[in-house]
């Protein structure tokens, strides 16, 4: 089976090496051309999205956002435009519904299957093969991208029709979000009262606001290891995404809001490149501070 895989950022590029490692043809575009270059003993690196995606059965994308993903199918040179009729798209980025309802109509004008499968897990999961993705789209489909989605993560879970998957990926995130804003927000508290920071996490991950996001950035906080596994600004980017699709729905997230605004200042104090735990940072020294 010969896949296709357009986006090789942290998530993408794990994605791209399992799928190696399992024996796949693959093809990678990425639109940096040196974060495609590890690739160059093991897979075909393509100049183009078309490129990547010409005679594969199935082409893969996990792409930022709604720009970059509508940029990588539809534009000049663009993958939708070269997939054969009978492939399958899966488009793994965390999107907008309507978005992901327009592409899923464009890839069926022209014969194409589509999958919305975005993941829940992070660098390391994608690196390991155990990524769950959230998957919309008709059980025919899915049944045949399942060896690839399986070469990928431990589980495939079947949300329903094309959009389940990235609605459901924004209440995931819309959650995350919230807890780890929380975490920074509660975490700066305890520190500039004079609790004890060691016995302040003892209490926090031992008991009930003790979530495995919660205790992994809190790890992250007390090492002061911000390497990037998700960018505070990919997270405010994704609580904007849920606050739209909620308000179509007539629901006003306001907690969403909260959190967003506090990854977006970790953004503008120079943290964009940074892990979403560095977002207490700002909380610690305030600008004019």
Same mark, same amino acid.
């Given at each position: 089976?010969?896949?296709?895989?357009?986006?090789?950022?942290?998530?993408?590029?794990?994605?791209?090496?399992?799928?190696?490692?399992?024996?796949?043809?693959?093809?990678?575009?990425?639109?940096?051309?040196?974060?495609?270059?590890?690739?160059?003993?093991?897979?075909?690196?393509?100049?183009?999205?078309?490129?990547?995606?010409?005679?594969?059965?199935?082409?893969?994308?996990?792409?930022?956002?709604?720009?970059? $993903?509508?940029?990588?199918? #539809?534009?000049? %040179?663009?993958? /939708? *435009? @070269?997939?054969?009729?009978?492939? !399958?798209?899966?488009?793994?980025?965390?999107?907008?519904?309507?978005?992901?309802?327009?592409?899923?109509?464009?890839?069926?004008?022209?014969?194409?299957?589509?999958?919305?499968?975005?993941?829940?897990?992070?660098?390391?999961?994608?690196?390991?093969?155990?990524?769950?993705?959230?998957?919309?789209? $008709?059980?025919?489909?899915? #049944?045949?991208? %399942?060896?690839? /989605? *399986? @070469?990928?993560?431990?589980?495939? !879970?079947?949300?329903?029709?094309?959009?389940?998957?990235?609605?459901?990926?924004?209440?995931?995130?819309?959650?995350?979000?919230?807890?780890?804003?929380?975490?920074?927000?509660?975490?700066?508290?305890?520190?500039?009262?004079?609790?004890?920071?060691?016995?302040?996490?003892?209490?926090l991950l031992g008991g009930a606001p003790g979530s495995p996001l919660v205790k992994a950035?809190? *790890?992250?906080?007390?090492?002061?290891?911000?390497?990037?596994?998700?960018?505070?600004?990919?997270?405010?980017?994704?609580?904007?995404?849920?606050?739209?699709?909620?308000?179509?729905?007539?629901?006003?997230?306001?907690?969403?809001?909260?959190?967003?605004?506090?990854f977006l200042e970790a953004v503008k104090a120079g943290y964009a490149d940074k892990d979403?735990?560095?977002?207490?940072?700002?909380?610690?020294?305030?600008? *004019?501070?």
């Open positions: 089976m010969r896949v296709s895989v357009l986006g090789l950022g942290i998530m993408g590029a794990g994605m791209a090496h399992n799928l190696v490692a399992k024996g796949f043809e693959v093809a990678v575009y990425n639109r940096s051309p040196d974060k495609a270059a590890p690739f160059a003993a093991k897979a075909r690196i393509a100049v183009t999205p078309a490129e990547a995606a010409r005679d594969a059965d199935i082409i893969i994308a996990m792409l930022s956002d709604d720009d970059a $993903s509508r940029g990588v199918w #539809l534009s000049d %040179g663009g993958a /939708l *435009g @070269a997939a054969r009729p009978g492939a !399958i798209i899966i488009e793994c980025g965390t999107l907008s519904p309507s978005w992901v309802r327009e592409l899923a109509a464009a890839a069926g004008k022209v014969g194409v299957g589509f999958i919305d499968a975005p993941v829940t897990g992070s660098k390391l999961q994608a690196q390991e093969g155990t990524l769950r993705f959230l998957a919309g789209g $008709s059980p025919s489909d899915l #049944l045949k991208a %399942g060896p690839v /989605l *399986g @070469a990928m993560g431990s589980e495939t !879970i079947h949300m329903g029709g094309v959009g389940s998957g990235v609605l459901m990926k924004l209440v995931n995130n819309f959650l995350c979000g919230v807890q780890v804003a929380a975490l920074a927000e509660g975490l700066a508290m305890a520190e500039k009262s004079g609790l004890d920071g060691e016995k302040t996490r003892a209490v950035v809190a *790890g992250r906080i007390a090492a002061g290891d911000y390497t990037a596994n998700f960018f505070p600004g990919l997270m405010a980017k994704d609580l904007d995404y849920a606050g739209r699709e909620a308000a179509k729905l007539g629901l006003t997230l306001e907690t969403a809001a909260a959190a967003r605004k506090r979403i735990a560095a977002i207490i940072e700002p909380l610690r020294h305030p600008a *004019g501070d």
